[in-house]
């Protein structure tokens, strides 16, 4: 796949981030720890270096790694030899996972010139915890000891991940704003999955196409507009909160700050002249380079008292490399069905067409070959004087369902045999070529069923066949290599078995 190129904006401008509360400061004094909603990476979301100093550093328990819920992106823990430590700077360049969004990782370097990789942050009691990979716990406690001055940053690859998590998150903004505005169509939750997947927003309601392209357009307008995109942050007070709508089903909706949350620091982001919205994640101060893109189609979630439905979306870097993926993907198809890209679609619906009508050609054969085979058999029964009739007859058949071949022999020898007369037939079938990890079937069929039993029981013990059946028809399969004079003997030996 070709690589995708992404020009950052330079400069997160000065009046991104407005304090308005007029007893609000940022805490200049380096014993203390500068609280999440106030942290650089939330103040200039495009810094990716700062000197700072570290408040505490302790050993991490393994509590601080919670399960991850399904769906969300799990954060690799570290292995048991491999101590983690907790690390509170006094002020940070890397994100604290909250607001849908994911934790930075990125690096701590010391005055030694050590490097420590930053595997993960955490919001605790207001603070943001940095979770820093250590080979030994104590030479982590003694390099990374309180009150030392280190450079906390965001390598190359980690901010390319913080911008993917911007860019998404600022669109979620965007995206449920407009949905809400135009259409009041209220966003119940959002997921920011792992790139490069699309993420979602789960609605109440699923969309129609016309819906989803008008919704796309309106946001797009926004977007070449360049709508700055500014914060603002105050002290939250001890009053009660505005209760946030809930639906007639009871389920949470619109804007507001979680109720567990006890940050005292009351952050909103503001799209100019479209939204307000409580949040605490790092957006873009600018929506010109987001080029929305939504996925014209919902997918429907049914729940026991509840419906919605996920509309899926991607914007900046994750939409690039999206559409360079489907590139690559449609320019290969377009190679392998040799014609233009264009024509792609309608070349695969003349192929689905041709298989279709290959494997119909395909049936009509195997149903008049069915019948060949189960007429030899008849002839070689006719012939017989046995009191009850045995035979086996093996088949090399690579198709993808053999076991159907089988059955319409016994359907078409089941309708030129006589009611009165007895037999047990083992049909067997092995693809051409073989492994210890090939599978071959068998299918007995008899003219009374605890013949069929006994054959199917005897073959269990001597071929360690699994299967089973019901009346006069057992099916079961043999894995391994399949030999004529080998299997094929102990098939005649079950049916010697049989018929004495």
Not at 206 to 211: I, L, N, P, R, V
Not at 231 to 256: I, T
Not at 258 to 278: A, C, E, K, N, Q
């Amino acid at each position: 796949m070709a690589a995708v190129i992404t020009l950052y904006p330079i400069a997160t401008p000065p009046s991104y981030h407005r304090i308005i509360s007029p007893t609000l400061k940022i805490p200049t004094d380096t014993r203390r720890p500068i609280p999440v909603g106030l942290l650089a990476c939330q103040r200039d979301p495009l810094l990716r270096e700062l000197e700072t100093s570290i408040i505490s550093c302790t050993i991490s328990q393994p509590a601080s790694f919670p399960s991850v819920k399904k769906g969300k992106k799990a954060s690799t823990p570290p292995s048991a030899d491999q101590p983690t430590l907790e690390v509170i700077l006094h002020d940070t360049v890397i994100f604290p996972e909250g607001g849908g969004q994911p934790s930075d990782t990125g690096i701590i370097k010391t005055a030694d010139g050590r490097t420590w990789t930053v595997t993960q942050a955490k919001r605790h009691g207001g603070h943001a915890v940095h979770y820093v990979r250590a080979v030994q716990a104590e030479d982590g406690l003694a390099s990374l000891t309180p009150g030392t001055n280190v450079t906390v940053s965001l390598g190359e690859l980690d901010f390319d991940r913080r911008y993917d998590h911007m860019s998404m998150h600022t669109s979620q903004h965007l995206l449920s704003a407009v949905l809400e505005n135009r259409l009041d169509i209220h966003t119940l939750s959002w997921s920011l999955t792992a790139a490069p997947t699309p993420s979602y927003v789960e609605l109440a309601r699923s969309m129609t196409t016309e819906e989803i392209l008008a919704i796309q357009s309106e946001a797009n307008k926004l977007v070449f507009e360049g709508r700055k995109v500014h914060v603002e942050v105050q002290e939250m007070d001890d009053k009660p909160q505005p209760a946030v709508p809930v639906l007639e089903n009871g389920r949470a909706v619109g804007k507001g700050v979680p109720t567990d949350y006890t940050g005292g620091i009351m952050r909103t982001v503001i799209i100019d002249g479209v939204d307000r919205s409580p949040c605490c994640g790092t957006h873009l101060p600018t929506l010109h380079n987001l080029q929305l893109f939504i996925i014209p189609q919902t997918e429907t979630l049914s729940r026991s008292a509840t419906t919605s439905a996920r509309l899926y979306f991607l914007a900046g870097p994750r939409l690039i490399t999206y559409l360079t993926s489907t590139h690559s993907q449609l320019t290969a198809a377009a190679a392998t069905l040799s014609c233009g890209a264009p024509q792609v679609p309608d070349r695969i619906g003349q192929v689905v067409d041709e298989r279709k009508r290959a494997e119909k050609r395909v049936d009509d054969l195997e149903f008049e070959l069915a019948k060949h085979v189960a007429g030899d058999v008849w002839q070689e029964m006719k012939s017989s004087e046995a009191a009850l009739f045995v035979k086996h007859v093996h088949r090399t058949d690579d198709s993808v369902n053999p076991l159907g071949f089988l059955s319409a022999i016994t359907t078409a020898f089941a309708n030129i045999i006589p009611a009165e007369q007895p037999f047990v037939l083992v049909f067997s079938s092995s693809p051409s070529s073989q492994t210890s990890a090939s599978a071959s079937v068998l299918l007995i069929f008899g003219s009374d069923e605890k013949y069929v039993k006994l054959a199917g029981d005897l073959l269990k013990g001597k071929l360690n066949v699994k299967g089973g059946g019901k009346g006069t028809r057992w099916s079961g399969k043999f894995t391994g290599v399949w030999r004529e004079g080998r299997e094929d003997a102990v098939v005649s030996e079950v049916l010697q078995g049989v018929s004495m």
